[in-house]
């Protein structure tokens, strides 16, 4: 019987979020489905672009929370 995977199951395989026996079926079962392997190397390429991604706000952005913030302290707002 063929064991059918969701791409969730495949998300926590390349990010190693499986049970020992869980990582193992999809591991045996992508030595047979060319497919399924495809998707894994597929997932694993984004995960490394994604750990590669250095997000930084822009000036402007960093100018309203700053604006905001002397704001709220020079009104006294509280909650």
Do not use: C, W
Not at 11 to 21: H, I, P, Q, T
Not at 36 to 57: M, Q
């Amino acid at each position: 019987m063929t064991k059918t995977f969701t791409k969730n199951d495949l998300v926590r395989f390349v990010y190693k979020e499986l049970s020992e026996e869980e990582h193992n079926q999809i591991k045996n079962s992508a030595i047979q489905d060319p497919e399924l392997e495809d998707s894994i190397k597929e997932l694993e390429a984004t995960r490394d672009s994604l750990n590669n991604v250095v997000a930084s706000p822009s000036q402007r952005s960093i100018d309203n929370i700053l604006a905001f913030s002397r704001d709220y302290e020079a009104t006294g707002v509280s909650e």
